[in-house]
Each structure stands twice: as structure tokens, then as C-alpha cells.
């Protein structure tokens, strides 16, 4: 029972490297999600994906970019990090983006340095 | 506009006593919400919703919350705490179905003494 599965856990990144944070989810619901966790601002949304092959701006959209590569997979990218990105990612996925509820993945720990 | 008061940033109980986390949320349609629990280094599980049907609503692992419409309230209560209770509490509020417009609140933090 997998459900959403995210990689890499833990990652650190020099300011203006880039990388991407996988997520996968086994459960053929349609919509994702990338939150973005910080102390004292609860969960913010950073994109989303109501079905495949379409991708929507969240709250904190920008230092970021997403794709929705099949209905199972929705990839964060940060092109250049900066220390401002250093937070807790959330990746989650729901069967349809109209009340039902969200399944979260484990989380990853990004620092910027 | 909505939003989601948590009342407490933190909460200690004994092992065996009730636990109370409060959350008062406001909202100009009718919402559903929920709560989840985020255990150290884990990702959010939800402990129970609230979608206008029955008031008081049973979760998972002993947990259960009221709606109260005229208090604006939906706090989360147990009977008897469990030391793997100890976990990040988070209260939701999301506008007439519409999760891209989830309202997270801050969190209680939850700690179980034995």
C-alpha cells in the first residue's frame, strides 16, 4: 500500500542549484498537489493539478515550476534555489479536486545554503 | 473570506486524560472540515471530516469532533489520551468543495506525559 511516495526525503542544495522533487501516487486519483510547510504559516499551496496534463498556479507559486508527466507523477522543480525555499514539501493527490479527501506523502526536507 | 483560528499553539496532557484541541474557523458558505495529525517526520493523516452531515463526527484511533454552527467551533476531543498521540494537530477548512481552497491552521502541538 504505497499511496503517495516522494523522493528525495532529505536534500541539501547550494543558493541557485537546481533540482526536482519526484512524487508518485499508486491510488488513479486525478488530482495533485505540492504544498509548501513552514513554522508558523501552516500548509501553503505551491501548485496543483486537477487532472493530467493540466497545472494550475497555487498561493506561493514562483521559484518553482511542476509537471504533471502522466496521471501518476507530478514533479516539483526549483531552477535556482534560494535559502528563502529551505522548507518542508508535501506532495498529496485526491481522486477528484472537488471536496473528496487529500493523501499526503511523507514529506521532503529541503535546506538551501 | 474564510479562515481557521487553532486556539492553543501547544497542549500537554497526562497519559489517561481527556484531550481538548480547539478550533474556531469563520466562513460565508457553508464548509466542509477537517482534522489531520502529523506525527515527527511523517506526512498528514486525516483523523476525521465534517461535510454537513451528522454534528459530531468519529474518527479514527478514539478521536471525534463537534460542529457547532453557532459557535463557530469544531474541536477535537478524546476521552483518554495514548502516549502515540503525541503529534502535530491540524484544523481545515475547505470552501464548498473546492480543495484548492483548503484553509490550513496553524497546528496545536500535542504532548503526552506518562
Known amino acids: 500500500n504505497a499511496g503517495v511516495t516522494q523522493t528525495p526525503k532529505f536534500q541539501v542544495l547550494k543558493t541557485g542549484q537546481s533540482m526536482t522533487l519526484q512524487c508518485a501516487q499508486d491510488m488513479n486519483h486525478n488530482s495533485m498537489y505540492w504544498y509548501r510547510q513552514d513554522p508558523g504559516m501552516g500548509l501553503r499551496l505551491i501548485y496543483y493539478s486537477a487532472s493530467e496534463g493540466t497545472t494550475d498556479k497555487g498561493e506561493v507559486p514562483n521559484g518553482y515550476n511542476v509537471s504533471r508527466l502522466n496521471k501518476r507523477e507530478f514533479s516539483l522543480r526549483l531552477e535556482s534555489a534560494a535559502p528563502s525555499q529551505t522548507s518542508v514539501y508535501f506532495c498529496?493527490?485526491?481522486?477528484?479536486?472537488?471536496?473528496?479527501?487529500?493523501?499526503f506523502g511523507e514529506g521532503s526536507w529541503l535546506t538551501v545554503v | 473570506a474564510q479562515s481557521v483560528t487553532q486556539l492553543d499553539s501547544h497542549v500537554s496532557v497526562s497519559e489517561g486524560t481527556p484531550v481538548l484541541l480547539r478550533c474556531n474557523y469563520s466562513s460565508s458558505y457553508s464548509p466542509s472540515l477537517f482534522w489531520y495529525v502529523q506525527h515527527p517526520n511523517k506526512g498528514l493523516q486525516l483523523l476525521l471530516k465534517y461535510t454537513s452531515a451528522a454534528t459530531l463526527v468519529k474518527g479514527i484511533n478514539g478521536f471525534e469532533a463537534e460542529f457547532k454552527k453557532s459557535e463557530t467551533s469544531f474541536h477535537l476531543t478524546k476521552p483518554s489520551a495514548h502516549m502515540s498521540d503525541a503529534a502535530e494537530y491540524f484544523c481545515?477548512?475547505?470552501?464548498?468543495?473546492?480543495?484548492?481552497?483548503?484553509?490550513w491552521g496553524l497546528g496545536t502541538s500535542l504532548a503526552v506525559n506518562p
Open positions: 481545515v477548512v475547505q470552501r464548498a468543495g473546492n480543495n484548492r481552497k483548503l484553509i
Open positions: 498529496a493527490s485526491t481522486v477528484r479536486d472537488s471536496g473528496n479527501t487529500i493523501y
